[in-house]
T-cell receptor, first 114, second 114 residues
Framework: GNSVTQMEGPVTLSEEAFLTINCTYT??????LFWYVQYPGEGLQLLLK?????DKGSNKGFEATYRKETTSFHLEKGSVQVSDSAVYFC?????????????FGSGTRLQVQP | GAGVSQTPSNKVTEKGKYVELRCDPI?????LYWYRQSLGQGPEFLIY????????DSGLPNDRFFAVRPEGSVSTLKIQRTERGDSAVYLC????????????FGPGTRLTVL
């Protein structure tokens, strides 16, 4: 079946540090890949997505590249801010197989200190 | 425009009772999803509707769980004979028709079974 594995948290960084959150996946076919973010007290929000191999999703300074050869979709940001503190979820949707449900990783909590 | 809304935001019930959770999707979204999120975990898929029909209910844990969407808009998740293990945040999401369309999440209903 489909699965997503992401690095365990919490990840604690100082403001302006470089961020990487690793995500690898197992899926049949050609899934679409997503990063969702959950800020404290708020609901899940889509951060970025990529729907085919070698696509790069980007938003709010965050980037992730769909790497089929390594089955990875690592999240990166060059300079984090305190306001980026949140829980980040990697997810996939195997849309081309007809199954549209999102499969999520367990989440990575990011804490950015001033 | 208005996002996905869910009511109630919190529900406390006793073991063995029946509960209903409501989801109002974004207007015009034909696809609707229910997920369940336990503490410290990523959301887990329960059921997906396309229009009025359940297109995929493979995530429902047992026959105590049931969901309807009679007019293709609002959906209700129904849980019979609740158990303490049902305690979680129940999330609803909606999207447009294509498999690659983004799922937009509601704020969730926190269910606590005493």
């Amino acid at each position: 079946g489909n699965s997503v594995t992401q690095m365990e948290g919490p990840v604690t960084l100082s403001e302006e540090a470089f961020l990487t959150i690793n995500c690898t996946y197992t899926a049949t076919g050609y899934p679409s890949l997503f990063w969702y973010v959950q800020y404290p007290g708020e609901g899940l929000q889509l951060l970025l997505k990529a729907t085919k191999a070698d696509d790069k999703g980007s938003n709010k300074g965050f980037e992730a590249t769909y790497r089929k050869e390594t089955t990875s979709f690592h999240l990166e940001k060059g300079s984090v801010q305190v306001s980026d503190s949140a829980v980040y979820f990697c997810a996939l949707s195997a849309g081309d197989t007809g199954r549209r449900a999102l499969t999520f990783g367990s989440g990575t909590r990011l804490q950015v200190q001033p | 425009g208005a996002g996905v809304s869910q009511t109630p935001s919190n529900k406390v019930t006793e073991k063995g009772k029946y509960v209903e959770l409501r989801c109002d999707p974004i207007s015009g979204h034909t696809a609707l999803y229910w997920y369940r999120q336990s503490l410290g975990q990523g959301p887990e898929f329960l059921i997906y509707f396309q229009g009025t029909g359940a297109a995929d209910d493979s995530g429902l844990p047992n026959d105590r769980f049931f969901a309807v969407r009679p007019e293709g808009s609002v959906s209700t998740l129904k849980i019979q004979r609740t158990e303490r293990g049902d305690s979680a945040v129940y999330l609803c999401a909606s999207s447009l028709q294509l498999p690659t369309d983004t799922q937009y999440f509601g704020p969730g209903t926190r269910l606590t079974v005493l």
